[in-house]
C-alpha cells in the first residue's frame, strides 16, 4: 500500500520567505509526527498529532513554525520568516497509534534558506 | 528529559563480518527502544526494536540486546552484506507518558567488498 508521502521533496527560499511543508500519512495512522534532520545529525522531534487531542508542540524550535492537521489526515509544517538556521531535511511519519508502534518515515523535504 | 548517546559515528567492516553499535540512554523509565536504517534520500525505516521486559532480539541477521542496568543497548549485525551500508540511528522512547522518541546521532556504517 501508498506509504507516507511528503510534498515537495526539494525547496529552495530566500531567507524571510514563508515556506509550507505537507505530509500525506498512511491511511488509517492516527499518528503523526515531524522531525528535523539537520545534516550529519539525529532527528530532533518538532510537533506529535494524535488523532483528536491537542498536538505536543514542545519540539517546535521557535514561534515561527507551526503545524496542523486538518481532517485527521494530512498536515503541514509553516516555517514563517525563514532563518538559514532552518535548513535541514524535514521529515514526517506516522504511526497506527502512538509511539510505540513502528513509525513510518516518509522521503522528505530537503529545504535550503539562502 | 531523555537524552541518547550513539557510538561510533562511522564504523567500516569487510563484507562477511559483524558490526555492532551500542546507544546509552538517560532516563531509567525508557521501556522501547527501536533501530532505524536510513538510506540515502530515503526516511529512516524500522529494522529492529526491544522493549524493557526483554533483554535480547533477533531478527535473522540483526540482533539487539538491552541492559537496562547499565542503561544501553547495542544494535548487532552478523554476516554483513553491502546493502547493509547505511546510516543507523538509534532511540528511546520514556514511561512517563512522553509520545517522543528521542534518538542518537546516527552511525554510518559502510561495508567494504
Known amino acids: 500500500g501508498a506509504g507516507v508521502s511528503q510534498s515537495p521533496s526539494n525547496k529552495v527560499t530566500e531567507k524571510g520567505k514563508d515556506v509550507e511543508l505537507r505530509c500525506d500519512p498512511i491511511s488509517g495512522h492516527t499518528a503523526l509526527y515531524w522531525y528535523r534532520q539537520s545534516l550529519g545529525q539525529g532527528l530532533e522531534f518538532l510537533i506529535y498529532f494524535q488523532g483528536n487531542s491537542a498536538p505536543d508542540k514542545s519540539g517546535l524550535p521557535s514561534d515561527r513554525f507551526s503545524a496542523e492537521r486538518t481532517g485527521g489526515s494530512v498536515s503541514t509544517l509553516t516555517i514563517q520568516r525563514t532563518q538559514q538556521e532552518d535548513s535541514a531535511v524535514y521529515l514526517c511519519?506516522?504511526?497506527?497509534?502512538?509511539?510505540?508502534?513502528?513509525?513510518?518515515f516518509g522521503p522528505g523535504t530537503r529545504l535550503t534558506v539562502l | 528529559g531523555e537524552n541518547v548517546e550513539q557510538h561510533p559515528s562511522t564504523l567500516s567492516v569487510q563484507e562477511g563480518d559483524s558490526a555492532v553499535i551500542k546507544c546509552t540512554y538517560s532516563?531509567?523509565?525508557?521501556?522501547?527502544f527501536p533501530w532505524y536504517k536510513q538510506e540515502l534520500g530515503k526516511g529512516p525505516q524500522l529494522i529492529i526494536d526491544i522493549r524493557s521486559n526483554v533483554g535480547e532480539k533477533k531478527d535473522q541477521r540483526i540482533a539487539v540486546t538491552l541492559n537496562k542496568t547499565a542503561k544501553h543497548f547495542s544494535l548487532h549485525i552478523t554476516e554483513t552484506q553491502p546493502e547493509d551500508s547505511a546510516v543507523y540511528f538509534c532511540a528511546a522512547l520514556d514511561d512517563f507518558g512522553n509520545e517522543k522518541l528521542t534518538f542518537g546521532t546516527g552511525t554510518r556504517l559502510t561495508i567494504i567488498p
Open positions: 532516563d531509567s523509565a525508557s521501556n522501547y
Open positions: 511519519a506516522s504511526s497506527l497509534a502512538g509511539s510505540t508502534d513502528t513509525q513510518y
